[in-house]
Every structure is written in C-alpha cells, then in structure tokens.
C-alpha cells in the first residue's frame, strides 16, 4: 500500500466533521464496527460500500493508496492516529471525497491529496474543516486581506478587505460581519511580530449566492496577504521526546500586553498554533490526556532580536 509521496500535499486531519451534525435516531443493536483490513474489507473503500447507517469503520495504522468516496449517510471513518494512517490518492485527485453525504464524520486520518484537486472538490463544500497543516487559499474567487495593524489600540486593532464586500476595522474579541453578511467570523487574536503580523480569524462562515463554502474554520491572516494560511513557518524550534517540536515563532513584545506566537508540532505535523500572553500558561492534551504543559515566563524584544522563556515544563 506504499506510494510515492513526492508532490503531494500533506494534511494531517484529526477530525473533520462534515455536514451539521443533528439528533438521529440510531439503534445501537444494529450500529457495528467494520476494521480496515481484515475479511472482506481489505481497503477503506470495500469497508465504506459494506457499512450501513450506524457502523463505524476502523482502519488499522498503514498507508491506503485509494481515492475513497462516501455516499452514504450517518457513518464514522476513524483511522488509528493521524501519524500513521494514511490515505494517498497515488498522484492525482483527492484522497477523500463525501458525496453529497450527511452526518459522517472522519478522523484521525493523513490524507496525501493534489492539493487543486483537494480545494476544488472537498474542502470547501461540506460544513466543518477541522485542524490541518496545509495552505488554505479562499473558495469562490474570494480574497480576505489584513491590509494593516494597530498595535498601539486597546484592544489592538486590523483594518481588513474582503474582495467585492467592502473593508472593515476590527478588535480583538469582535464577532463582525462583512459583505451584507458574506463573511462572519470573529477576532482571536491580533499579532503583531518582528517579521511578519498576523490576524487569527475564529468561527469563519463564507457564503457565496447564500451557499456556505466555509464553515466554522479558523484562519490565519497573513498582514498584506491574499491567502489566508492554517498554519506559519519559521521560528525557534524545541525538540521534545516522542517527535514533538515546541516552536517560538516570534514575540510581540514592543507594546503591551507582551504575547508570544507558539506552535506545536509532532514528526513534523503542525499539531496547533497559539498566541500567549507573558506569564500565561500553555496545555496540550491529546484524548482527554494531557501530553504538555509549559509555563510563559519573561518575553523580550529590541530591535531584530528576542527571546521567550518557559517554566514548569
């Protein structure tokens, strides 16, 4: 089940929830789990053709060279752990498309996709895109633009344009409309750092002709950049045991209140990013289990230099 993975694009998904999920009526005497390969089941896909409403598929760690297409309601597609079940489309398309499905949800999973191909036919037309690694240009020929940053406003403050929907200044906290109600999203948090600032946008809906084509995703603005990103590069890095990697991108520490970009990563899949306050302390869990916890201790800035300390890691 081995596939080259050069050109492909790597998005590590541990829960993508697609379509709006309502109360259902399931028997649980006819729900069953169908494990992915054993018996019949040798791929994701005869798994998936096998499963009615109810059953969960369990795919065992591995890499699946298969396009997988679900056309089926109120089924769950788990995978082992999104570092070790993969699912590589072999080049060319995506590696996982929902046909017009409801109720299904899929996680833990690594899906290696063409990534044109992966925007125009997944990402954009079912109702949740839960955390990934990966670049993340609007739907609908939209553009979103953080054209500048008020560092100095309290709370800080961004000026952004949305193609054909006007422009706007937001705040930190703000829960804001644009467009005559084509953007709605809310303002996480507002950065500006030593190479590049950035503007975290929360709950995100898009609408196009009154159809969503985003739903409840969070992004990334980078300052004077049309395409918004899911996660940032760069920064120091941290080796922890177990492949992970605690990264400082940058300090915002010019003004108060003092803040810090964090990023975590394992084998070299951005697991989460997260702005911090000085002093503010930082957790991690993974399965209802905690895997990291670091306290942020001094920030400094001057100049091109800075540095960020932790404690009670």
């Known amino acids: 089940m081995k596939g080259k993975r050069n050109g492909f694009w790597k998005i590590s998904v541990f829960a993508l929830l697609f379509a709006v ?5 399931i028997g649980c005497a006819s729900a069953d789990t169908i494990y992915v390969p054993e018996g019949g089941n040798q ?21 699946y060279v298969e396009h997988v297409v679900i056309s089926k309601d109120n089924i769950s597609v788990i995978g082992q752990d999104a570092e070790s079940t993969i699912i590589n489309s072999g080049g060319s398309g995506v590696a996982l498309f929902l046909n017009g499905t409801k109720n299904v949800t899929v996680s833990n999973f690594m899906l290696l996709s063409d990534s044109v191909a992966w925007f125009a036919e997944v990402a954009y037309n079912y109702s949740k895109l839960g955390p990934g690694a990966f670049d993340s240009p609007l739907p609908a020929n939209y553009s979103l633009v953080a054209q500048s940053i008020d560092a100095k406003a309290s709370p800080q403050q961004a000026w952004l344009v949305l193609s054909n929907g006007g422009n706007k200044v937001v705040s930190v906290g703000e829960t804001f409309e644009m467009g005559s109600g084509r953007l709605k999203a809310t303002v996480e948090s507002i950065f500006a750092g030593h190479g590049t600032s950035y503007v975290i946008l929360n709950h995100t809906y898009l609408y196009s002709g009154g159809v969503p084509v985003l739903s409840d995703a969070r992004l990334i603005l980078v300052l004077g ?9 760069g920064g120091a890095d941290w080796q922890l045991e177990e492949g992970y990697t605690l990264t400082v991108g940058d300090v915002d520490a010019e003004l108060g209140p003092k803040q810090l970009w964090l990023r975590l990563s394992k084998n070299s899949v951005v697991l989460e990013e997260r702005v ?6 930082y957790s991690y869990y993974k399965n209802g289990y905690l895997v990291l916890s670091a306290q942020s201790n001094k920030l400094f800035s001057s100049g091109k230099l800075w540095a960020a300390s932790f404690s009670s890691i």
């Open 225 to 233: 950049g049309e395409t918004p990103v899911l996660y940032t590069k």
């Open 43 to 63: 791929t994701i896909q005869q798994a998936v053709d096998n499963a009615t409403s109810g059953d969960t598929v369990y795919v065992h760690a591995g890499e």
């Open 21 to 25: 999920l309502a109360v259902i009526s």
């Open 276 to 281: 911090l306050f000085e002093g503010e302390s």
